[in-house]
């Protein structure tokens, strides 16, 4: 991982290695969350969690055992990581791995659908995306129970809660699978386990749902661009936002300016663009190294 000083703009490449004793951090890290001082990263082909401290990066703690782990979330000092089961093309029901965020120990696994992906939580539930079905499992935060179960469309990826506490799930099928839309952003209340309002694409392919940090815009990826829309809105945009293809695309939270990677290829250093909150001409380009997938604030 590479960590960025947004004022100094200093980059360390290796920021795990570097303090570490040039210890590997791992092979393909997918995501990390941030919960106080503590980074939880989840490095997928290497089947563990590292936890780290920040913004330094010293080593705390390597949580293992944790299958083909996908992403992070916190609530109530309980950590949420989605994990994978199964061999490509044959997935089993997917997991949710809770860790003990005091002691850096995971606690309990939860089963939820195929391929289970990018979560949120809201009011004391986790909202967990199956991507490899078409359903979103609802856990209740504190018993640990999956409580309801959501139907949208086939392949949802990633979920966000809106200011008025509204769920908007991106769906795009599965790799391999034909669905009828082939994708739709979907939107769904607390409560419900069906739609609200679905918005279908004319083909495959959206990704990197993202909200604002005030909750009212959602952003996402599509054939090549990146797209910005109301969460008031009842009808998918025209209008392309930034003509930029990214393959990680962040908001900054305090300042709303934009940040997008760009991998080159899987054995080349890649590179992010910092914009201004309203897109247009990049502030900054900063190499990086290969294949660079998203961002973390701190």
Not at 11 to 22: E, I, P, Y
Not at 64 to 71: L, M, S
Not at 281 to 289: I, M
């Amino acid at each position: 991982m590479s960590a960025y000083g947004i004022t100094s703009k200093t980059l360390l490449t290796d920021a795990f290695g570097s303090v570490n004793k040039g210890a590997a951090l791992g092979d393909v890290v997918q995501d990390m969350g941030v919960v106080n001082s503590r980074g939880y990263i989840c490095v997928n082909a290497s089947n563990k969690v590292e936890v780290v401290s920040v913004p330094d990066f010293a080593s705390v703690a390597t949580i293992r055992n944790i299958r083909q782990p996908r992403y992070f979330v916190a609530s109530s000092g309980l950590g949420f990581v989605t994990s994978w089961r199964g061999p490509y093309t044959n997935y089993a029901p997917g997991k949710v791995m809770v860790l003990n965020l005091s002691n850096n120990t995971v606690v309990d696994s939860i089963t939820v659908g195929r391929c289970p992906e990018q979560p949120t939580v809201l009011n004391g539930s986790l909202y967990v995306p199956n991507s490899y079905d078409n359903t979103v499992s609802v856990i209740d935060v504190t018993t640990g129970k999956v409580t309801s179960t959501v139907t949208v469309a086939a392949g949802p990826t990633s979920v966000v809660a809106d200011q008025a506490n509204n769920l908007w799930v991106l769906c795009s099928q599965p790799y391999g699978t034909t669905s009828t839309p082939p994708a739709a952003l979907v939107r769904f209340a607390p409560g419900s386990t069906s739609a609200q309002l679905t918005l279908p694409f004319a083909s495959s392919g959206p990704s990197q749902l993202r909200i604002s940090p005030d909750k009212t815009q959602l952003y996402y990826s599509y054939n090549g661009a990146e797209y910005k829309m109301s969460t008031t809105a009842t009808a998918l945009p025209t209008a392309i936002f930034m003509r930029r293809n990214f393959n990680g695309f962040a908001i900054d939270p305090r300042d709303n300016s934009i940040y997008g990677a760009v991998s080159t290829g899987y054995t080349t250093n890649g590179y992010f663009l910092h914009y201004p909150a309203g897109g247009g001409k990049a502030l900054d380009s900063v190499t990086v190294r290969v294949g660079p997938n998203g961002f973390a604030f701190y």
